[in-house]
């Protein structure tokens, strides 16, 4: 049965993956959404014998159904191939009996590689299918990760171009390296003097702006984004959650039908929500554990039924989480409203206007699956600190409030069932984080402190940082949000 995409908010038609994948967001604003979950049609034992693109060739063809055996396959060879540093593309490593599941062994070491290796290549197919001749502009937002990922997964794609916003003082130096190095004729990126909320805001507005619009295709050009608004993201990020179970049960942890739970640190909801669809295509999940940094809207919204973006935005050092407006969760409003786009439309308006909007006594009856919890700067350096010092595993910041969160729900709930941890960037990543958390010494230049890391958790330095070693700065421009919409118009030459 094919699956069509269609708005949270109800407006325009249903749409086709690929069409969904090329306009990125619905023309009203809203998110495309699958109108029906189809259930894995291989047996968990049969998943449990595939690699990582037989699985994800099983788990995407439900979802992207008008794409052909044939093109998928080609897009999943494409993308995990050899960028990643080792063949089983998301190895999972048992520490204190919980499993980390590292997604960072793509090409900019952290979690939005896996996605983001595959999103161009699917992208580029749908326009090819679509007969959409027109170049395609990736307008992206990014708190870190999503514009390095973007930006390696674009860079010289023939008929894209990209465009990445990041906050200037929002980013660690490591990401802020890798994003001003970027080589490739077709990109750009610049810095905003304002928050990762005002980034993506911006860019949603530009995103959806009729002007804008016309003038771009009166150029020959048409947006698309490669935040996780686009369900290019998302369908690519449920494969790794069926991946990790049917890994637990080939190597005997538990067995096919055992339920297991996935705690994810959380920022703009997309990494979670995939684990959420992957539990109603079939994966047994007992619980998804919402894991925040000191920005805790999400652990508020799940504790109390009222999400509310009034509050002071805090600077962490998991900066990929310090997100006030989290856009996937308008997903998850859609489904617990049973589907509703009428009653999601009413929220997402209330939240603009008011910044803050509360949901049913019956919807929040069916979120009883997610359970929230959050890290204080405190206890993500503690879970640092401990985990290494009982293990010798490092983990990077995000990882940690992870941590941290999936230990205090074990001592309060007493749960035990086996737990996924996701492991979302490598500690590379943050390492002046990581060697603070570890009481070593952070001063100096950043590629110096990546050696030192790599004698105290015994990993060699990943490509990904060794190759910034004397690379060229190449992207100095700064603006603010009002300035924004010119520079999208400056690059593009309209
Ligand atoms: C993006 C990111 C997150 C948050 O993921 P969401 O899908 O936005 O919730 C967590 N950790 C790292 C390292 C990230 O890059």
Known sequence: MNVYYQSTRGGG?????????????????????PDHLPKLDRSLEELAAEDYKECAHDVMKLLLTDYSEEELKECIAKAYDSKFDTPEIAPMAEAEGAYYLELFHGKTIAFKDMALSI????????????????????????????GKAALAGFADVPGTKIIVFYPKDGVSPIQKRQMITQTGSNTCVIGVDG????????????????????K?????????????????????QIVYYVYAYTRLVREGRIKAGDPVNFCVPTGNFGNI?????????????????????????LYDFFTTGTYDRNRRFVLTMSPSMDILVSSNLERLIYHIAGDDA????????????????????EMREKLRIFTGGYASEEDTAEAIRSLY????????????????VYQQYAKESGDKTPTVIASTASPFKFETSVLRSLGQPAEGDDLALADALSRIANVP?????????????RHTKVTDRAGMEREVSAFLGI
């Not at 999103?119 to 999503?146: Q, W, Y």
């Not at 771009?216 to 690519?236: M, Q």
């Not at 929500?273 to 000191?294: D, E, F, R, T, W």
């Open 13 to 33: 038609e249903k749409v086709t993956a690929s069409k969904a994948i090329l306009m990125g967001l619905a023309e009203d604003g809203g998110l495309f959404v």
């Open 119 to 146: 999103l161009p290549h699917l992208m580029i197919t749908a326009a090819r299918k679509n007969k959409d001749e027109r170049t395609i502009v990736i307008l992206t937002a990014t708190s870190g990760d999503t």
């Open 195 to 214: 928050n990762f909320d005002d980034c993506q805001t911006e860019v949603k507005r530009i995103f959806t702006d009729e002007a804008e619009n016309r």
């Open 216 to 236: 771009l295709n009166g150029n020959g050009y048409r947006f698309s984004s490669a935040n996780s608004i686009n369900i290019g993201r998302l369908v690519p």
């Open 273 to 297: 929500l995939a684990a959420y669809y992957a539990g109603q295509m079939g994966i047994p999940v007992h619980k998804l554990i919402c894991a925040s940094n000191s920005n805790r809207v």
């Open 342 to 361: 009428g009653k999601n439309a009413e929220l997402m308006k209330e939240l603009s206007a008011e910044g803050k909007y509360s949901i049913t006594p």
């Open 389 to 404: 010092e009982d293990t010798g595993y490092v983990i990077d910041p995000h990882t940690a409030v992870a941590r941290h």
């Open 461 to 473: 330095v990943p490509e990904a940082v060794e190759s910034l070693r004397g690379a060229a700065v």
